[in-house]
């Protein structure tokens, strides 16, 4: 029972990685902009949560996404419009290595303003509140929340990208930027709404990621490889993939923590090579 | 019609000569610094030649080849790792482990490369710090190398290097310098070959290596077995030094990667001279600022995005537009005896 | 002739130190459709993309209704009034057909096209609507195409090589239907490989050699040996 338990558990916590993993998906398919901040941007989030309940004083933390996702979404704005639209092109250097530069000053930046203590956003009795499953199975309503939210972030991605104006700009600009611009879209712009939904996504999972678990300013690495895990898994450019393959690397990881704790996120990393070596284009490629 | 011209191609130029001189003159130099150089100051210029072989390679990688790896500390780590569990249990001379922890780098290579070469652009950037979070997590649950917590090279086998602190100093210093200067060399080799060639023609562009027929996907391959095996010696010469090695030392990203990264992109990327000059700098803006820890850090960030965004060939491309020098030179160049010809120019569609 | 719609002097376009266009002056008047012709890397593509703004350009050498337009940006063109067909259709290959046309109509110019139009002109475009533009034939994409062009309800519209890599039928069907296209108060440029094509629709024509204007007449003006000589150099 204790492994359905472990199976479970890791299917939630697969919302979480998968909430990491759109933002990420979301930029690339619209711009091939693979951003190496990317996790120390969901960090970021979690602080920009605490500073607002320090401020506000005790509250639910999913009160501080009316202030995080909006100011999320504008450091998102104007990081893309001041630093990213610059690099790209043709050559893939500018772009990552300017990624992986923001990433170290993120990192540093926290931790001389937050100092290396790890942090968390407590949510009182909402953190230890469950029911049971069945017999031996409980599930949190937090973890639960998380994975409903993750799905209610991707069906809303989905809506902007095939249903509304925004989303057919992102799709037209990435398929030809240059005939774009003739039916009056400054990719430019375009480009920077993208990475500031990007960011409204990172700043939700950055507030749940403070409310499941510990965070200090060095956390950002490992978030940013646990998505790109979900993404490569669940194959490129496909949401519900991504989903998917949140789940598959959650699941490996609770799984492998069950076997010795040691091995949760070993096992996790280790599900994802095999998936490349076995069906390198993930398990649900782009169907188009 | 005009007559041909004559010319010849010549890779060398007159400065580069003069630098070949003034090298030879700076190695012997290096080579006698245990008779002008104190424990300190060798201590910093081996560390200097350990972070001038390692941006070398990662050029080589990114810079020449178009392979992004932030996941390099992979192998420092295993390098490292390898050096510890040979002497420590090999009974070898510590000395000797280094060429084995670089073929055993080479060959763990292999396998990665083969699984990550899967993964295309930046991608295969991340591909490679997973990777590299493999490496950290599994030698992090070998309890006989310590785990998680690490180990220290046995007394025994730290005496075995050498008699003497001194003697043992001078013998990883000399080892460091012969590194460094086997990577600088193995560079320059390796662009000046075909082979080499062919790697700047994948950098330029991959749709026309491609109709020449050179096989790029072999041509990648090779070079980053290559820099893998060249990177786990100098892993393992970095914790001969530390005598003491853990995970996160050994596979920090920050420590083999970030800095690694910033030197190559603040010197010039994608030439050979770059990383030299931005060691040098990196060093020099070290021994200033290293007083303000992760502010120093942040610094470093700052200024690399401003150069990636300003001037994407760093302090050398910068020098070699305004002055037209080169030290090391890879590109052949064409010199006409007497330009007369009349350069028609070259079709575009319309 | 009226005032023209769109007058151009001593263009010049540059790919790095290739000078593509070596000062060109033409102009288009009222009303008018002028064909552009020319051999390969003439220079007539390079032409159109500097009018409809995807290359920089000198403010005051293209002047559109007597105002500079050189230096505008191509989005800012199109809200003008001045719309291309691209060489190749370049159609948006993960829109729709009719995200394809909306997306064209989005400057929101006001005019005569509407979706209900262009359907009306291309009823096959009606009934594909819902697929992928890339999923039709290479006739019914250029129809997409024309149609995502006239969604902005230009004075002036650009057609770059449309005959190119379509069956001769499908070529007859599209300049049938090209009169109805450049309709009441439509100016055009045509750039097409296939002369008699060109000629048999356009008012003039003007050839191109090398980045520069060799020959401009009407129809018949010529023979074909001075038109062969325009279009070949020799």
Redesign the interface.
């Known amino acids: 029972m204790e492994w359905i338990n472990a199976i479970v558990q890791g299917v939630l916590l697969g919302g979480l990685y998968a909430m990491f993993a759109t933002g990420l998906s979301l930029i690339f398919g619209v711009m091939r902009l693979v951003n190496i901040a990317h996790g120390d941007l969901i960090v970021l989030a979690a602080y920009l949560g605490l500073v607002v309940l320090e401020v506000t004083g005790p509250l639910n933390p999913l009160a501080t996404l009316a202030l995080v996702v909006p100011v999320m979404a504008l450091i998102g704005y104007v990081l893309q419009r001041g630093i990213f639209n610059f690099t790209l092109g043709k050559d893939i250097l500018p772009p990552l290595l300017v990624s992986f530069g923001l990433s170290i000053i993120l990192q540093n930046s926290l931790l001389e303003i937050f100092t290396a203590d790890s942090r968390r956003l407590t949510a009182g009795a909402l953190e230890v509140a469950s029911f049971p499953m069945v017999e031996g199975v409980d599930i949190g309503v937090l973890p639960l929340m998380m994975f409903l939210t993750a799905m209610g972030v991707i069906a809303l991605l989905q809506f902007v990208f095939y249903r509304t104006a925004m989303g057919r700009a992102f799709r037209a600009t990435s398929d030809d930027p240059e005939v774009a611009r003739m039916m009056g879209l400054n990719n430019r712009h375009v480009f920077a709404l993208a990475m500031a939904l990007s960011m409204a996504v990172v700043a939700v999972a950055g507030i749940f990621l403070a409310m499941r678990t510990n965070f200090d300013p060095a956390s950002g690495p490992a978030r940013l490889i646990f998505g790109f895990e979900a993404v490569i898994i669940g194959g490129l450019g496909n949401l519900w993939g991504t989903l998917a393959g949140g789940v598959v690397v959650g699941v490996a990881q609770t799984v492998g923590a069950q076997i010795n704790p040691g091995w949760q996120q070993l096992a996790g990393h280790v599900v994802f090579l095999i998936v490349l070596a076995v069906r390198p284009r993930g398990l649900f490629p782009r169907i188009l | 019609m005009t007559a041909p011209t004559p010319f010849e191609v010549s890779q060398a130029t007159r400065t580069s000569r003069v630098a070949g001189v003034i090298a030879i003159a700076a190695v012997a130099v290096l080579a006698a610094a245990p008779l002008w150089a104190g424990r300190a100051d060798m201590r910093l210029l081996s560390e200097i030649f350990t972070y001038l072989a390692l941006a070398s390679l990662w050029n080589l990688l990114a810079g020449f080849t178009g392979l992004v790896s932030v996941g390099q500390q992979a192998f420092v780590g295993f390098g490292g790792y390898m050096l510890f569990a040979i002497a420590t249990f090999g009974g070898i001379h510590p000395l000797a482990t280094v060429p084995i922890a670089g073929v055993l780098g080479a060959a763990v290579a292999v396998p990665v490369g083969i699984l990550i070469f899967r993964l295309s652009g930046a991608y295969f950037a991340i591909g490679t710090w997973v990777v590299a979070e493999v490496f950290r997590l599994v030698f992090a649950q070998i309890s006989t190398l310590g785990g998680g917590s690490g180990s220290s090279l046995p007394v025994a086998v730290v005496r075995s290097i050498a008699s003497g602190r001194d003697l043992r100093e001078w013998f990883t210093y000399w080892c460091a310098l012969v590194l460094v200067i086997g990577v600088l060399a193995l560079v320059y080799g390796l662009l000046s070959t075909r082979r080499g060639l062919a790697l700047t023609a994948i950098r330029d562009s991959e749709v026309a290596s491609e109709s020449l027929g050179i096989d790029i996907w072999r041509t990648k391959f090779l070079v980053y077995i290559v820099s893998g095996g060249a990177t786990a010696m100098i892993g393992a010469l970095i914790f001969l030094q530390k005598l003491r090695i853990s995970p996160d030392a050994a596979f920090s990203v920050n420590d083999w990667t970030a800095y690694v990264i910033f030197i190559t992109v603040i010197g010039g990327i994608g030439t050979i001279e770059g990383p030299i000059i931005g060691t040098i700098v990196f060093f020099m803006l070290r021994e200033t600022l290293a007083d303000l820890g992760s502010i120093y850090l942040l610094i470093l960030g700052l200024v690399a995005i401003l150069i990636m965004l300003k001037s994407p060939r760093g302090l050398w491309g910068f020098v070699v537009e305004r002055f037209g020098i080169e030290l090391f030179p890879v590109r052949r160049r064409v010199q006409v005896g007497a330009l007369q010809g009349e350069g028609k120019a070259p079709r575009e569609p319309g | 002739m009226h005032d023209p719609i769109l007058a151009v002097s001593g263009l010049e376009a540059f790919?790095g130190?290739?000078?593509?266009l070596q000062g060109i002056s033409l102009e288009v008047g009222e009303n008018e459709i002028v064909a552009i012709i020319?051999a390969?890397?003439?220079?007539?593509?390079?032409?159109l993309k500097c009018v409809?703004?995807?290359l920089a350009n000198a403010p005051g050498s293209i002047l559109f209704r007597g105002e500079a337009v050189g230096a505008l940006?191509?989005?800012k063109?199109?809200?003008r009034g001045i719309?291309?067909v691209?060489e190749g259709r370049?159609l948006?290959?993960?829109?729709s057909v009719e995200?394809n046309l909306?997306?064209?109509g989005?400057?929101g110019r006001a005019g005569r096209w509407s979706l209900k139009r262009i359907y009306e002109l291309f009823p096959v475009l009606a009934q594909r609507r819902d697929l992928?533009a890339t999923s039709l034939s290479g006739g019914q994409q250029q129809m997409v195409a024309i149609g995502?062009a006239l969604m902005?309800n230009p004075d002036f519209i650009m057609f770059d090589e449309i005959s190119l890599g379509l069956a001769p039928v499908v070529i007859k069907d599209i300049y049938a239907i090209l009169p109805a296209v450049i309709s009441e108060g439509t100016s055009a440029l045509i750039v097409e490989q296939d002369i008699s094509r060109a000629l048999g629709i356009a008012d003039r024509f003007i050839c191109?050699q090398e980045?520069r204007v060799s020959l401009a007449g009407k129809p018949g003006e010529h023979d074909r040996a001075a038109i062969s000589a325009a279009y070949f150099g020799m």
């Open positions: 790919y130190d290739f000078r593509a020319g390969n890397g003439a220079g007539k593509s390079t032409f409809a703004g995807l940006s191509a989005d063109i199109t809200a719309a291309l691209p370049r948006f290959s993960s829109l995200e909306v997306i064209g989005q400057l992928p995502r902005s191109f980045g």
